[in-house]
Nanobody, 119 residues
């Protein structure tokens, strides 16, 4: 199975930056897509960004395009989410998840890391 552990969350001021990490273990991610999601109290989980491990193609939610960048480090088996120009509405618990290519469901989830952006 794939095990995912997020880190890098914290408190920043509006306009600041954070870099989240998602360390994967258990198996190679060569045939997987890894995504970032976020959730706030009273709201449904929201898709943020995803990356295909092999080839590195990316996809972003409209709300974060131009501000967030998803990337991977093959040697460390880690996916990153670089978040710039943060806004208070970006405040959420951020999760990474993985799904096999050709499947629609993200089956593997991390525990989440809290991001808080002050105004």
């Amino acid at each position: 199975q794939v095990q995912l552990v997020e880190s890098g969350g914290g408190l920043v001021q509006a306009g600041g930056s954070l870099r989240l990490s998602c360390a994967a273990s258990g198996r190679t991610l060569s045939s997987y897509i890894v995504g970032w999601f976020r959730q706030t109290p009273g709201k449904e989980r929201e898709f943020v960004a995803s990356i295909r491990w092999t080839g590195g193609s990316t996809y972003y939610a409209d709300s974060v395009k131009g501000r967030f960048t998803i990337s991977r480090d093959n040697a460390k088996n880690t996916v990153y989410l670089q978040m710039n120009s943060l806004k208070p509405e970006d405040t959420a618990n951020y999760y990474c998840a993985a799904r096999a290519i050709a499947t629609a469901e993200y089956k593997h989830w991390g525990q989440g890391t809290q991001v808080s952006v002050s105004s």
